[in-house]
């Protein structure tokens, strides 16, 4: 599990370039509204902190290098864009169009390679092999997992709260949000069915490869969960549910009908354990639903 220290020096190394980001009390749930985070995901926060460690050092003239199923990257670009480096990225041709667009817009170079995340990732480790560019692993990565909790340690002086239901992908968030919070609140990983590499991993005991498909898999489509986010969820003792793609949909659906969030269907997953009842809360529990992303096209909203 990442230090509380590493994360406190990581709050520090961020400071004024990661936004604080609001909490909304909607009575029975609270809101994280990390969506508005820049670059439109919580990953901003892990990639400000993984660029900025490696530019303390030096970065090479190649710049940085990530793969990405689109918020990774586009974290990565603006990170890079901070330090006036360049970034290269690599999305598998499933990524969705508004975040390819973005990416450019970032000024980053976009390469689309496979169908799934872990296409991408192979390709941009190679890459970086060769170009010597800094790899900024999308989520198993101690500088960028100690940067995601400072989210956690955020909260924390925010609001009164007892549990913090966090959607889990590769588990960079998870991993860092359960390290902020471990000994003070419940932390509950949800998951879409199809796409279940940390539950996968806690049932067989070790990380494992899971098939990965479903309205989320742009966001939470690893093929397998990070070794800091599963180590973290068996020391933490992590809650573990799974929501299907049905209610994942019906709840982005809700977010905007009720509070006009428009979200990607990877953040939605979190609020899906709620209105789907894969998680039930005890009476009086206070519940924060973390709101990671907002990466979409709200289009199919209207």
């Not at 604080?20 to 994280?32: E, H, L, M, N, W």
């Not at 990405?68 to 690599?90: C, D, F, H, Q, T």
């Not at 924390?156 to 709260?161: R, S, V």
């Not at 049932?203 to 599963?230: C, F, K, N, Q, T």
Request: include cysteine.
């Amino acid at each position: 599990m990442i230090s509380r220290d590493a994360i406190e020096a990581a709050a520090q190394r961020i400071q004024g370039r990661a936004r604080t980001t609001p909490v909304f009390d909607a009575g029975d749930v609270i809101y994280k509204l990390e969506l508005v985070q820049h670059a439109g995901s919580f990953k901003t926060r892990g990639m400000l902190n993984k660029v900025l460690t490696a530019a303390e050092h030096g970065l090479p003239a190649a710049g940085i290098i990530a793969a990405s199923g689109g918020n990774a990257g586009l974290a990565a670009a603006y990170a890079a864009r901070e330090v006036g480096a360049p970034a290269e990225i690599y999305v598998p041709v499933t990524a969705p169009q508004v975040k390819v667009a973005k990416l450019a817009k970032l000024g980053a170079r976009v390469t689309q390679i496979g169908n799934e995340y872990a296409e991408a990732y192979a390709a941009a480790v190679l890459r970086a092999e060769e170009s010597g560019a800094v790899f900024c692993h999308a989520y198993d990565d101690a500088d960028m997992v100690a940067g995601n909790g400072t989210l956690g340690l955020e909260l924390l002086g925010q609001a009164e709260f007892d549990t913090v239901l966090v959607a889990v992908g590769g588990g960079g968030l998870i991993a860092g949000v359960a390290a902020a919070l471990h000994g003070e609140k419940k932390v509950v990983a949800v998951e879409p069915v199809s796409a279940r590499a940390l539950n996968a991993a806690l049932e067989a005991g070790a990380p494992v490869d899971v098939p990965v498909s479903g309205v989320a898999a742009d966001s939470l489509g690893a093929r397998r969960v990070g070794r800091i986010a599963y180590e973290t969820a068996v020391e933490g003792k992590l809650t573990s549910v799974l929501v299907e793609d049905q209610a994942i949909v019906d709840a982005r659906r809700y977010l905007w009908d009720e509070y006009r969030l428009a979200v990607e269907h990877g953040t939605a997953a979190a609020q899906a354990a709620l209105t789907s009842g894969a998680y039930e809360p005890e009476a009086g529990e206070r519940v924060v639903v973390l709101l990671c992303g907002a990466n979409t096209n709200p289009s199919d909203l209207s």
